[in-house]
């Protein structure tokens, strides 16, 4: 079966760092992850999912939202499978359940339903 498992969030101060990671696997045959693009949503508190960001499935054209635009940065091992979120510069503000998700389009997108398969989520709590 296909997951998406999410790792590395968790407790942080304002202005410190974490790198989250989330791994794929059990994709379909003929839809190697190489070939979907990756994106990286989150969920505060009250409030709608919002687009992070996302790579293309080469791993060029990242696409940020303003919002963290200059402070995360996405990339991606297609031999691994997995693609990572680096976060510095943490805000109170970036509080929410973030979620990875795979696009067999290849495509970068800000589209939810256009991402193919979900992770569960890891949690990121940046205190003040």
């Known amino acids: 079966q296909v997951q998406l498992v999410e790792s590395g969030g968790g407790l942080v101060q304002a202005g410190g760092s974490l790198r989250l990671s989330c791994a794929a696997s059990g994709l379909p045959f003929g839809l190697p992850f190489s070939r979907c693009a990756m994106g990286w949503f989150r969920q505060a508190p009250g409030k709608e999912r919002e687009f992070v960001a996302a790579?293309?499935?080469?791993?060029?054209?990242?696409d940020y939202a303003d919002s963290v635009s200059g402070r995360f940065t996405i990339s991606r091992d297609n031999v691994k499978s997995t693609v990572y979120l680096q976060m510095n510069s943490l805000k109170p503000e970036d509080t929410a359940v973030y979620s990875c998700?795979?696009?067999?389009?290849?495509?970068?997108?800000?589209?939810?339903?256009?991402?193919?398969?979900w992770g569960q989520g890891t949690q990121v709590t940046v205190s003040s």
């Open positions: 790579i293309t499935r080469n791993g060029g054209s990242p």
């Open positions: 998700a795979a696009n067999s389009i290849g495509t970068t997108s800000t589209v939810q339903y256009q991402y193919n398969y």
